[in-house]
């Protein structure tokens, strides 16, 4: 089945060159100028992923980004010349799954695409992870909390699950960002305590006293094993 994106992206011709390119290797891609065409096609069709610009004629993209995230978990890769590290942490505070920033090597965005399609699919079929009262349905790529379901983005699902599947372990920043991602991770990128942050807030019961997903001091996170 041909994986479906949307890219919202106002400069044609870098619009054109990312369609064909994503298009050669077998990925459908369809262009949004703006990003009232783009969240007018998002309602109107299903896609499988969505390449954002973050500078749109009509909008912000940041926002465009935040007003998507409340009603969907379509993985979200930003595409942007604004690549200073606030610029990064803001995305993915609300909602981005990765950031690439321009110009970029169209082999690095098509590696990207797919890395994110990959943590997308189920790591098991018919696997339910039980800690107490929290429940994480590996098949459904779905965390419940009290019977209800959490708010994660694909990329802060799979790091949930990575902590979980290895409950009980102290996991460094950078292990845990290579787990997930199968790339080195920057030492100066604090994105995976924007990630961290996120999780915590949709899976603890008081996230400025977490007692699932903890801090250890100099080390890393620790996925509790015993939860009530």
């Known amino acids: ?14 619009g054109d060159m990312v369609q064909t390119y994503l298009g050669n290797s077998g990925l459908e891609v369809t ?15 299903d896609f499988d992923l969505l390449l954002l610009d973050l500078t749109l004629p009509d909008m912000d993209g940041l926002d465009l980004c935040r007003s998507l995230r409340e009603t969907s978990d379509l993985p979200i890769l930003m595409l942007t010349a604004r690549g200073e590290p606030m610029d990064r942490i803001i995305g993915l505070e609300l909602g981005a799954d990765d950031y690439l920033p321009k110009p970029f090597e169209p082999r690095e ?19 339910i992870l039980h800690f107490g009262q929290l429940d994480i349905d590996l098949d459904a790529h779905q965390a419940r909390l009290k019977g209800k379901p959490c708010q994660l983005t ?8 990575t902590l979980a599947q ?22 100066f990128d604090r994105s995976i305590d924007v990630h961290i942050s996120r999780i915590r807030s949709a899976i603890e019961d008081d996230p400025k006293h977490p007692t699932r997903l903890i801090t250890v001091r100099g080390s890393g996170y ?7």
Do not use: C, W
């Not at 694909?154 to 699950?161: A, D, E, G, K, R």
């Not at 620790?222 to 009530?228: G, I, L, P, S």
């Open 31 to 45: 262009i949004a100028k703006n990003g009232a065409s783009g969240l007018g096609m998002l309602k109107k069709q």
């Open 1 to 14: 089945m041909t994986m479906s994106i949307l890219y919202i992206e106002d400069d044609p011709r870098l």
């Open 109 to 127: 965005l098509l590696a990207r695409v797919r890395a994110l399609m990959r943590r997308r699919e189920p790591a098991s079929r018919s696997t």
């Open 222 to 228: 620790v996925f509790a094993k015993t939860q009530d």
């Open 166 to 187: 290895k409950a009980g372990r102290v996991l460094s920043r950078e292990t845990l960002m290579d787990l997930v991602k199968n790339d080195k991770l920057d030492p």
């Open 154 to 161: 694909s990329h802060q699902f799979n790091i949930l699950v």
